[in-house]
């Protein structure tokens, strides 16, 4: 597997898109809201301040499409708009929209005409100019010329990684049975997901430090894991119940044991401290905030603070619907197409069955970040 060329989320808007399944991701997105203005208000400031005009290049890293890429960018002109920056007016925003060139774009730019009439209405006379590009690139590749950029953003996106490790996808070690990190997982393959996190996380810190204009921050929310022990994190379950179900392909003689074998997914969630020390050894960022949250797996359970789940079979297919939209194209690119509909059916009724032992919830970390220069 090729992560730049093909990880992306399900195109479109029907049924199984990701667009019509990010509900899970908005919730995060409408929650970090407090801290994106915070940082949008500073970020204004400091532009005018520094050349006296409130020029912004703002930059959401891994938009992917639907609804909440143009979210985030209704948040940040909604900031702008709020900004108490006295009599000075912003001259204007300038946004670009990251993700991986297998991202479905035109679905973006298709929804911009619409977008522009929604703001003029709600922001009337305070609505700030503003420009929307589509960048695509990974986010672990250089994307801007040096001090351009006022403000990064991401959601949801930091928990992939670059590659999977070298020696996973060349088959010299083999986490047997599983696709990500769990019970049975050898400390040799979690030392690599490790290896791999810290790599692409200082890479990510350096680019963007480089990118971004004096006085410039980021806000970054990713999943993480809350469980000291990297064997049993809360993301390990979500992922292997879904190995479960392949489990229950290749018994059925449906999937091949060696295709499972060598499916890896190029993921790593970092525990709050594995994060704070990436960012102390780079040296590059002051944490202004850092916060870990809990978020139902049931995008559609906003019950975060209960511990029962009141209809686990819905629950189920609700689960299944969300992590489907996020992975359909990675397991039909690998195991085909063919199985894609009863693979979650089966992953549907695993995650039923363990929400009715236990209401696990992702752990979401959230940091704001300013460059030290
Ligand atoms: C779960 S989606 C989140 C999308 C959106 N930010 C949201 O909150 O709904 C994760 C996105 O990160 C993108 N992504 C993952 N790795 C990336 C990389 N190296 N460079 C750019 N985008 C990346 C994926 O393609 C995907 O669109």
């Known amino acids: ?37 915070n940082a949008v208000g500073e970020v204004l400031q400091a532009s005018l301040s520094h050349s006296g005009h409130g020029k912004m290049v703002v930059a959401d890293l891994g938009c992917s499409s639907g609804p909440n890429t143009l979210l985030v960018v209704s948040q940040v002109l909604g900031a702008v708009a709020n900004c108490n920056c006295g009599e000075q007016p912003t001259t204007g925003v300038q946004f670009f929209l990251n993700d991986l060139p297998g991202n479905d774009f035109n679905l973006v730019f298709q929804s911009l005409e619409l977008f522009r009439k929604i703001t003029e209405k709600e922001f009337g006379e305070a609505l700030p100019p503003y420009y929307i590009a589509g960048l695509p ?38 986490n047997v049975g599983n696709m990500y990190i769990w019970e049975t997982t050898p400390s040799s393959v979690v030392k690599l997901y490790q290896k791999q996190f810290k790599e692409d996380f200082s ?19 990713f999943l993480g894991r809350k469980n000291k022990g990297v064997l049993r994190g809360e993301v390990s379950y979500m992922w292997g119940l879904l190995a479960q179900a392949l489990q229950s392909l290749v018994q059925e003689g449906r999937v091949e044991e060696e295709k499972l074998n060598t499916f890896n997914l190029p993921f790593y969630s970092p525990s709050m401290d594995e994060v704070k020390a990436v960012v102390r050894q780079s040296e590059l960022f002051d944490i202004s905030h850092i916060q870990l949250f809990e978020s139902n797996w049931d995008p559609q359970d906003d019950m975060d603070d209960d511990d029962v789940t009141l209809d686990s079979v819905r629950s189920g297919i609700n689960v299944a619907r969300c992590i489907r939209a996020v992975l359909e194209p990675l397991i039909a690119r690998h195991f085909g197409r ?8 089966m992953y549907a009724q695993n995650v039923a069955r363990h929400l009715e032992q236990v209401k696990t919830k992702y752990p979401v970390i959230v940091l704001s970040l300013k460059a030290r220069r």
């Open 1 to 37: 597997m090729k992560v730049e060329q093909d990880l992306h989320m399900s195109r479109g808007d029907g049924e199984t898109s990701y667009a019509a399944n990010s509900r899970l991701q908005e919730k995060a997105i409408l929650r970090t809201r407090p801290l994106l203005q």
């Open 137 to 174: 690139g990974s986010f672990y590749t250089r994307l801007f010329p040096d001090r351009s950029v006022s403000l990064f953003h991401s959601s949801y996106c930091l928990m992939w990684r670059s590659k999977i490790p070298d020696e996973i996808a060349k088959g010299v070690v083999l």
């Open 203 to 221: 890479l990510f810190l350096k680019l963007r430090y480089d990118e971004l204009v004096s006085g410039g921050q980021m806000v970054l929310t």
């Open 338 to 345: 063919c199985i894609v509909d009863d693979l979650f059916d």
